[in-house]
């Protein structure tokens, strides 16, 4: 198998749409459900055969081009990490927040999660896979650990749309400040 596609799923979380959208272009993910989201994600690589990874949230929505051309554009790249441009599935403040997440991520290479990571998984293993041993953000330190090990970090073609749910419940300020000040404890204690 070329692809496998790992989705972890916190407790009342649903990724019915998500799995169906895969299974019409032939993909069977694997859900897995663990203690924190770094054990799912890495337990999902562990049990996974294919020769990529593709780690996406539960709530998110692919461009089905991206189905059907990720397979040519990953052929032979095998010592870099790729992800997607974040959209919101709704209006309002949060496309500020994917617009500036864009810019980073153009700028600086500093993606998160809810951008979908696809990487080798040759690549993924010996880079140490998610730390399990955080409280928060094991996506962006994975992403530091493989800027440590001078590996390119590169944006495909296609965009992800993302649930603006959160945003929604706790407040837009509210959750933009939690992540801004997660941003940079992080960059900060690496």
């Known amino acids: 198998m070329f692809l496998t596609i790992i989705i972890p799923l916190a407790p009342g979380d649903s990724a019915d749409v998500l799995i169906n959208q895969l ?16 054990k799912s994600l890495n337990r999902g690589a562990r049990l996974a055969d294919g020769e990529y990874l593709l780690f996406l949230h539960a709530d998110t929505n692919l461009d089905n081009n991206c189905l059907k051309e990720l397979p040519e554009i990953l052929k032979g790249n095998t010592d870099r990490m790729y992800y997607f441009k974040l ?24 993606p998160y999660g809810d951008q979908g990571f696809c990487i080798p998984k040759k690549l993924f293993f010996r880079a140490g ?58 960059l900060y204690d690496f």
Not at 23 to 38: D, H, L, M, N, S
Not at 87 to 110: D, I, P, W
């Open 23 to 38: 299974q019409k272009f032939g993909y069977e993910p694997i859900v897995v459900t663990e203690e924190t989201r770094a």
């Open 129 to 186: 896979g998610f730390p399990e041993y955080v409280c928060f953000g094991e996506d962006m330190y994975f992403v530091l650990k493989l800027k440590q090990l001078g590996k390119s970090i590169c944006r495909l073609p296609f965009s992800v749309t993302t649930s603006a749910r959160r945003y929604q419940q706790q407040g837009w300020l509210k959750v933009t400040l939690m992540h801004q000040w997660r941003f940079w404890k992080i």
């Open 87 to 110: 959209k919101f599935n709704r209006k309002g403040l949060v496309y500020l927040n994917s617009l500036l997440t864009n810019l980073r991520c153009y700028f600086f290479s500093l």
